[in-house]
Nanobody, 121 residues
Framework: VQLQASGGGLVQAGGSLRLSCAASGSIFSLKNMAWYRQAPGKQRELVALISLTGSSTIYGDSAKGRCTVSRDNAKDTVYLQLSSLKPEDTAVYYC???????????????WGQGTLVTVSS
């Protein structure tokens, strides 16, 4: 599976962004998809996880209540809508795919290249 993340950029605090992750090379609908982020000098953390059909989601504590994960299996794409952004949301956001349902990043076999989100105060 090849994953291509996009949609990052510079946004003011309080603003919104929608990240996209397009998949190719495998059957997207058989993969659980996740968004992780890593800020400079910090460990990677889970932002959101969505199941094969989109019926189940899990959100990490960092952005819970301020983000929504969704997927369109017809387009082989997963989305992350970020709102009420804060400077501490500044990070590289990565999408990842796995055949198993897990919140553990090391169990994700496929990773996108990341897209940078910068939130100015």
């Amino acid at each position: 599976v090849q994953l291509q993340a996009s949609g990052g950029g510079l946004v003011q605090a309080g603003g919104s962004l929608r990240l996209s992750c397009a998949a190719s090379g495998s059957i997207f609908s058989l993969k659980n998809m996740a968004w992780y982020r890593q800020a400079p000098g910090k460990q990677r953390e889970l932002v959101a996880l969505i199941s094969l059909t989109g019926s189940s989601t899990i959100y990490g504590d960092s952005a819970k209540g301020r983000c929504t994960v969704s997927r369109d299996n017809a387009k082989d794409t997963v989305y992350l809508q970020l709102s009420s952004l804060k400077p501490e949301d500044t990070a590289v956001y990565y999408c990842a795919a796995s055949e198993i349902w897990t919140t553990l990043g090391h169990q994700y076999k496929y990773w996108g290249q990341g897209t940078l989100v910068t939130v100015s105060s």
